[in-house]
Nanobody, 124 residues
Framework: QVQLVESGGGLVQAGDSLRLSCAAS????????MGWFRQAPGKEREFVAA????????QYQDSVKGRFTISRDNAKNMLYLQMNSLKPEDTAVYYC?????????????????WGQGTQTTVSS
């Protein structure tokens, strides 16, 4: 069983930055491909970013490319999402997730473990 706990969300203004963290209670985080998803009120959960087990491969949703950076520290069992130039449309609950698939995927069903989420609100 993998437990994931997100932190770092908050209320910020457009243009600000936030760094989300996800602490994983696992023996070896490098066993899992990791991802970030988000869900805005009234909308479906959507893919934000994902990172391979070693951290050498990343994938992003088009709307966050160049603004968000996903990273991981396997020695600390931590996943991060650096979010810069935040926009009101980035407002959502952000979830970290772990996948046992062979390759990095951007679909929610590919991820078997999920955190409880952290709220990020960007005001205009």
């Amino acid at each position: 069983q993998v437990q994931l706990v997100e932190s770092g969300g908050g209320l910020v203004q457009a243009g600000d930055s936030l760094r989300l963290s996800c602490a994983a209670s696992v023996r070896t985080l490098s066993t899992y491909i990791m991802g970030w998803f988000r869900q805005a009120p009234g909308k479906e959960r959507e893919f934000v970013a994902a990172i391979s087990r070693s951290g050498t491969t990343t994938q992003y949703q088009d709307s966050v490319k160049g603004r968000f950076t996903i990273s991981r520290d396997n020695a600390k069992n931590m996943l991060y999402l650096q979010m810069n130039s935040l926009k009101p449309e980035d407002t959502a609950v952000y979830y970290c997730a772990a996948s046992t698939r062979a390759v990095v995927l951007n679909t929610a069903p590919a991820y078997v473990y999920w955190g409880q989420g952290t709220q990020t609100t960007v005001s205009s």
